[in-house]
């Protein structure tokens, strides 16, 4: 291997955090290339370096190695921790796998609708503790070794401790039924590799950055409401008007306008700064607006229309900064 892996994502744990314990546990030092906005993300598509469009990537061998289980395969069997036979990866990947489902569980939990976290989280902790965790339990007594697979560290057991520390940010005592589970936490911890990976300062990211699926969301691209909201505000308002009062032109004009917004909102979505067009949207009805209310004095729709046109330019400019 020529230089250090570089692995390209966003600034969270997500789907890299497993890959950066993996070549934590094996001793690799690693660079990092995290990307805060969609255009770092967008460069490194434009670049051709991302077969799917999609990251975790890591540069490794003179490869751009995409898709996480692959990756993650790779740095296990280059490393030695993928088992001695056959039949020892077979069980690495069965325990991973197992371990992966929770972890997705978890993952995802940040997406939870407010009324549906509390039931959300007693689901993930329920799984954890009566379909998982015993099976790892089990594993290590009918084993009998300080390891899941064979007589050696595997990624089996840093996946493990990976997803054990994860569910305990969940719930602290989620191990109290679990006594060999506990030791194996402090017996793997202790790995020199391993222990200098939980330092601080070290790549591990920190809760704070449980962004998992949120960093998928950034990937996406979240959509943005708030300007479509507004787009929908201005058509149903000069809708209303026409109703109201009559005026083809200016329900041409009105409709015209929300159908610039809601254009400006589709380009904000797919790159929260291409803000030009809803900028221009919202500056042209906060002067239009602006004007109308000084001389009609107001509040409905001008002085309303002109405020919130106001709040969408700041909106807009703090997104910029
Ligand atoms: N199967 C892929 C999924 C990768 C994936 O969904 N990555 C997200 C970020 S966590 C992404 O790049 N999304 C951008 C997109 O799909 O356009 C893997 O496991 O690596």
């Known amino acids: 291997m020529t230089g250090k892996p570089v692995l390209h994502y966003f600034n969270g744990r997500g789907r890299m955090e497993s890959i950066r314990w993996l070549l934590a546990a094996a001793g690799v030092e690693f660079e990092e290339e995290l990307f805060e906005t969609r255009e770092e993300f967008e460069k490194l598509i434009q670049g051709g370096a991302l077969m799917y469009e999609q990251v975790p990537m890591v540069e490794i061998d003179g490869m751009n190695l995409v898709q996480t289980r692959a990756i993650l395969r790779y740095i296990a069997a280059k490393y030695d921790l993928y088992g001695q036979n056959l039949e020892e990866q077979a069980w690495i990947d069965m325990y991973v796998e197992g371990l992966r489902d929770l972890s997705d ?40 070794q300080d390891f899941l697979v064979g007589s050696r560290l595997s990624w089996a057991d840093v996946q493990l401790l990976e997803v054990i520390l994860l569910v305990e940010e969940c719930k602290p005592s989620v191990l109290s039924d679990f006594p060999l589970l506990q030791d194996f936490k402090v017996r793997i911890s202790q790995i020199p590799t391993i ?12 809760r704070s950055a449980a962004v998992g699926a949120q ?24 809708i209303l008007g026409y109703k109201r009062r009559g005026g083809v032109p200016s329900l041409i004009a009105g409709l015209s306008v929300g159908l610039l917004a809601g254009y400006g909102a589709y380009r904000v979505s797919i790159d929260k700064r ?39 330019i700041l909106r807009l400019i703090l997104r910029l900064l």
């Open 195 to 206: 222990n200098r990976f939980l330092q601080p300062g070290s790549k591990r990211k920190p």
């Open 215 to 238: 960093g998928c969301r950034l990937a996406s691209s979240p959509m943005d409401l708030v300007g479509f909201g507004y787009a929908a505000l201005v058509t149903i308002g000069s």
């Open 105 to 144: 569980m978890i993952m995802y939990f940040p997406l939870s609708l407010p009324e549906e976290k509390e039931m959300n989280l007693e689901y993930i902790l329920h799984r954890a503790t009566t379909r998982f965790f015993p099976v790892y339990e089990k594993a290590l007594r009918d084993h009998q």
């Open 274 to 312: 291409d803000v030009k067009v809803s900028l221009f949207t919202a500056f042209f009805l906060a002067t239009v607006m602006g004007v109308r209310f000084k001389r009609s004095k107001k509040i409905m729709p001008a002085g309303l229309v002109a405020g919130l046109s106001f709040m969408m």
